[in-house]
Structures are given as C-alpha cells and as structure tokens.
C-alpha cells in the first residue's frame, strides 16, 4: 500500500504553499527508505533540495526569494504574491511567515526531519539546508517570544501557534554542530516537554532533546 497508494500520492509534489510540497517529500522519503527504494529517496530528495531554498529566505539570494522548479513564478509580482504579499526579505523569513506561524512551523519541521532521515543514510544535507533552517528557526522563534513586529513584516502583524517543532532543529544544529541560536534555545526551553500536533510530529522532547548522536 505504500508503494502503489501512499507513494504515488505525495512522490510529485506540489506548488502550493511551500509547507506542502516540504511535508510532501518528508513522507515520501520515509516511504522510499522503509520500501529500501533510492530511485523514490533520490527523487524525494531532489525536489526537497529544489523547495527548500524557496521556502526560507537568505540575504545571499538576492533580492527575490529562489524558486522552486517548475513553479512559474517568474515575475516580482508573482513572487510577492506568493509570499503572501510581503515585498521586504529579510533572513530566515519563509514563505508562509505572513500566512501564519503554524504552517510556517510544519515546513521547517519537515526540513529537520528530511535532513535527520538523510543523515541516517549516510547523506549530510546540513552543509547545503543548515543555515536556513537555523535562520527560518530563530526568525520565527524571536516573534513567537512575544517581540512585536516592525511594520514592514506582515503589515505589523503576525499569526503565532508555531507550535513543537523546535526540537530536532535545534538539537542537529545546537547540540551537534555547536552553533549559537539564543532566541530557537529560548523557545525550545520553554516548551518543554514538546507535545505533538497531532498531525506528523509528536513528543520530539523525548526523542531529541539535548540528544546529539
């Protein structure tokens, strides 16, 4: 049933809100690697690659965000549309920042957990996801803290509900790597102990609090 129902269902993608397509190809690449399939885990990874970089922003990208293959968002307008009308990028900004934090959230879990499951095979993708998910954590984490948003972010106002996502992140990037993220520490500390969204993740406290191997 994975392999002919559940697989074919999410192996393609979508390019609808970036959380989709991320959670999309989480599930795909844990079905690739419990089916022992890597022409699925390398296509599930493909695009993985391909949607990440145009779901968090970098200052290094330039002025407009990336986008992903196949997307047709080839014009500014386009662009600013998508992200949900937001014409200022900052770093760490996603592209659902401006929707809400709580599908914001379910993208950059879905990073972790990809990143986490390649990691496992043999296969670092921190070198080329790392500092965005480091940058879209601490982003988030900072206004999910309670500091106001300047006017140019989301019309100066932002939906939060970000929900447990923090851990695996943080975990990988903090705990592993040594990399400083005060505001994603901050925040992890006070969820503790991480519950579950009663979607994909759950109990991740248990699972990778302070846990680095």
């Given at each position: 049933m994975l392999r002919t129902v559940?697989?074919?269902?999410?192996?393609?993608g979508s390019n609808s809100n970036g959380n989709w397509e991320l959670v999309m190809m989480?599930?795909?690449?844990?079905?690739?690697?419990f089916l022992d399939d890597r022409?699925?885990?390398?296509k599930a990874i493909a695009k993985f690659r391909g949607r990440v970089p145009a779901y968090v922003y970098l200052e290094s990208d330039g002025s407009l965000p990336k986008t992903a293959p196949g997307s047709g968002l080839d014009t500014r307008d386009k662009i600013i549309k998508y992200w949900q009308g937001q014409s200022?990028?900052?770093?760490?900004?996603?592209?659902?920042?401006?929707?809400?934090?709580?599908?914001?959230?379910?993208g950059i879990a879905s990073i972790a957990h990809v990143a986490e499951t390649s990691r496992i095979q043999g296969q670092d993708l921190y070198p080329e996801v790392g500092e965005r998910l480091q940058q879209a954590l601490g982003?988030?984490?900072?206004?999910?803290?309670g500091e106001a948003p300047p006017s140019w972010l989301c019309g100066g106002s932002v939906k939060r509900g970000l929900g447990p996502i923090t851990e695996v992140g943080y975990n990988a990037l903090h705990n592993r790597l040594g990399i400083a993220m005060a505001n994603t520490q901050k925040l992890t500390e006070r969820q503790r102990p991480a519950g579950t969204n009663s979607l994909f993740?759950?109990?991740?406290?248990?699972t990778h609090g302070d846990n680095p191997s």
């Open positions: 559940y697989l074919p269902k999410v192996i393609g989480e599930a795909a690449t844990g079905i690739s690697v022409a699925d885990y390398d200022t990028f900052v770093t760490g900004l996603t592209q659902e920042t401006c929707r809400d934090f709580t599908h914001t959230g379910y982003f988030q984490s900072k206004y999910e803290l993740l759950g109990w991740e406290t248990l």
